[in-house]
């Protein structure tokens, strides 16, 4: 969701220590801090009126950061962060992995299949536990959580979660199983963030010569959310 202009101000003249958020002194206005409370509780965070702060189960400066960063943000009360994969843009990812015969394929975080039901033989991860519902009735699902999955694949094809940068901890892994390629979806913040963790994971994609492909603006609007996303194409020459 946008974040207006003035409630970025107010966001980024914020002092935050520890798990604690302090707005800038001084009384606001009733709507704009409103529409500034309404930001830090989709992010988890709770109005403590004794402590005068917004205080978070973890520092909230890393997703602080990438909010002002965007301009947008996302609801984590949405656990799974599940934004199924539009049509065109599935079948723009397949035509991308070029998967041929005899190669196996996986698709982790796979929602309800909305990948994996244009590939014939595809192998499905899934922890939303009402997604797997859905998936065990059409498709092979083979495990929950796919941090904890450790089965090699030829090509694996996703759309993972964004949140607190789990994209590149999800691609990460899907480097370290994939033996022919790795095609996935990923915020678009992932082009421009210079924190050490992004820039580190670029470093790493340029060194397999893996490249980025900036999707349409609003590319998962159908799907519930506006963030700006890219997908990364990594191909294992030789292997």
């Known amino acids: 969701m946008k974040i207006e202009n003035d409630v970025s101000n107010i966001l980024g003249n914020s002092r935050i220590e520890g798990d604690y958020l302090y707005l800038p002194e001084g009384q606001l206005k009733r709507k704009l801090y409103l529409k500034v409370n309404e930001v830090l509780e989709a992010i988890h965070g709770k109005w403590n ?13 890393d997703i602080l950061e990438e909010i002002l960063l965007t301009g947008e943000y996302t609801d984590q009360k949405k656990e799974y ?27 982790p975080s796979a929602g309800k299949g909305a990948i994996a039901k244009f590939i014939r033989w595809c192998d499905c ?7 797997r519902t859905c998936l065990e009735n059409n498709f092979n699902l083979v495990w929950d ?41 990923m915020s678009s913040s992932i082009l421009f963030r210079t924190n050490k963790k992004t820039v580190n994971f670029r470093e790493k994609v340029e060194n397999l010569g893996g490249k980025f492909i ?24 030789g292997v």
């Open 125 to 131: 991860v899934e922890l939303n536990e009402e997604n």
């Open 145 to 185: 959580d796919f941090l904890t999955f450790n089965k090699k694949y030829d090509v694996i094809i996703a759309n993972p979660p964004f949140s607190k940068q789990q994209d590149i901890t999800h691609v990460e892994h899907m480097i370290e199983l994939a033996n022919h390629k790795v095609i996935s979806v």
């Open 81 to 107: 962060q599940f934004f199924e994969t539009p049509e065109n843009i599935a079948l723009q990812m397949i035509e991308m992995a070029d998967i041929q015969k005899g190669e196996t394929v996986l698709e």
């Open 49 to 61: 009126r004794k402590e005068k702060a917004h205080i978070f189960n973890e520092s909230p400066l």
């Open 214 to 237: 900036k999707l349409p603006e609003k590319s998962f609007a159908e799907s519930g959310t506006n963030v700006n996303t890219c997908i990364v194409l990594i191909e294992f020459l």
